[in-house]
């Protein structure tokens, strides 16, 4: 197998994966949670989004990472952590505008993975020891996206 394929295999079953676990296990603990505590937990894990500034990291990635991909990446990463933190405190605090700020980060977020996604192909990324990141994290980011929009659109109503 090339490098590309195994990292579509590996990005495809761990969205299979993530799907399950979504859909099995955490969906049906969520629904019966007002709006608010259903997507606070989902909303923690994309506070962690703050690691993707390691793509600056040239110890951690190699001097070769393109910066056309790595800077829209790491920023876009952070940018989505602190509108998932400022979310969650919105919605702790019980703030009118806090499903307007989980519907703001969640397409922010969106956008952020869809393009370095696409960036990553487009350039030929090769990303050294943050390898993990698309392959492992980035699925459960997509699959708690989806989640998230999915709530948003049915319970908010």
Do not use: C, K
């Not at 793509?55 to 876009?76: D, I, K, N, R, S």
């Amino acid at each position: 197998m090339t490098t590309m394929q195994i990292f579509g295999l590996q990005f495809l079953l761990s969205l299979s994966l993530y799907g399950l676990i979504a859909r099995w296990y955490v969906a049906p603990r969520l629904a019966s949670l007002p709006l608010p505590s259903a997507l606070t937990p989902l909303l923690f894990l994309h506070a962690s989004r703050y690691v993707g500034m390691v793509f600056l990291v040239p110890t951690v990635v190699g001097e070769a990472l393109a910066a056309e991909f790595a800077v829209p990446a790491a920023y876009g990463d952070l940018l989505a952590a602190l509108l998932a933190l400022a979310a969650i405190s919105a919605l702790r605090a019980g703030w009118s505008a806090a499903l307007a700020l989980v519907w703001l980060f969640n397409v922010v977020g969106t956008v952020d993975l869809v393009n370095a996604l696409y960036q990553g192909v487009r350039f030929n990324v090769r990303l050294g020891a943050a390898y993990y990141i698309p392959t492992f994290v980035v699925p459960a980011l997509l699959v708690t996206h989806a989640m998230i929009f999915t709530m948003l659109v049915r319970r908010s109503r």
